[in-house]
């Protein structure tokens, strides 16, 4: 019998995490995930994985201090990683490699770069010859991206929530911690608007008062585009 590839999903986002554990899945991994860098350092410990594919941007625990912590670990220490970002500038690959990722994989994901990648890190053909299916079909496809943006429009009157307070109170973290989160699944669940909205308010440097004005349009815009995402499922349940 051949060994199933135990693979550890370290991501804030649900719908990104519900993506990538349907895919693995649908070869035949034993997938574990973890939103969070610290827990993601425990749950590899215990697990045990075969590969880690971690985000680098998270609130509190962020990728960047979970490979500084697992390179002092002796138990997991040689597992390899592959970081997976929206955010993809120059400084932010350097600093994940030098960290110890072993390969940076852009968001959006695709199928053929998931493969692609982790062939080069264990091995070639090493995916291939753990897996016991193909690609998704159109159908399974279609099935997941709805799932994905339920997943999101269930919780994004939290995130609205967040951003208006963060707003209100001129809290420049937690506005581009509730941001980042919508900059993650933008382009995962088909709507890659909201991912340049997104990008736009992540990288503003809030010096002045009109900065903020920029951010509050900005978000206007992000919750107009869901709201007609919302509207558009809606009359497809309808």
């Known amino acids: 019998m051949v060994k199933r590839l135990k693979i550890l999903i370290v991501d804030d986002s649900n719908e990104i995490l519900k993506y990538l554990t349907r895919f693995f899945e649908s070869y035949g991994f034993i997938v574990y995930t973890s939103t969070d860098g610290l827990d993601g350092i425990q749950r590899a410990v215990e697990v045990r994985p075969d590969i880690i594919f971690l985000d680098l941007m998270m609130p509190t625990f962020d990728g960047i201090k979970m490979l500084q912590v697992k390179s002092v670990l002796k138990e997991i220490i040689d597992i390899p990683v592959i970081v997976v970002s929206a955010n993809t500038a120059r400084r932010n690959v350097v600093a994940a490699l030098e960290a110890g990722a072993d390969k940076v994989l852009s968001k959006p994901l695709k199928e053929l770069k998931i493969i692609e990648y982790i062939n080069e890190v264990l091995g070639d053909n090493y995916f291939e ?46 506005l581009k911690t509730a941001i980042h989160e919508i900059k993650g699944a933008g382009g995962t669940i088909g709507y890659p608007e909201l991912t340049e909205l997104s990008e736009e308010i992540e990288n503003k440097e809030f010096k002045s008062p009109t900065d903020w004005v920029f951010a509050e349009f900005k978000c206007n815009r992000i919750f107009q585009k869901v709201q007609q995402i919302q509207n558009k499922y809606q009359k497809q349940i309808n």
Do not use: P, W, Y
């Not at 799932?147 to 269930?154: A, I, K, P, S, Y």
């Not at 707003?167 to 973290?173: D, F, G, V, Y």
């Open 129 to 174: 010859n753990k897996v016991s299916r193909g690609f998704f079909s159109q159908n399974e496809i279609s099935e997941l991206k709805n799932e994905m943006v339920t997943v999101f429009l269930d919780s994004f009157l939290q995130k609205k929530r967040k951003i208006t307070e963060a707003i209100r109170n001129k809290n420049e973290e937690m």
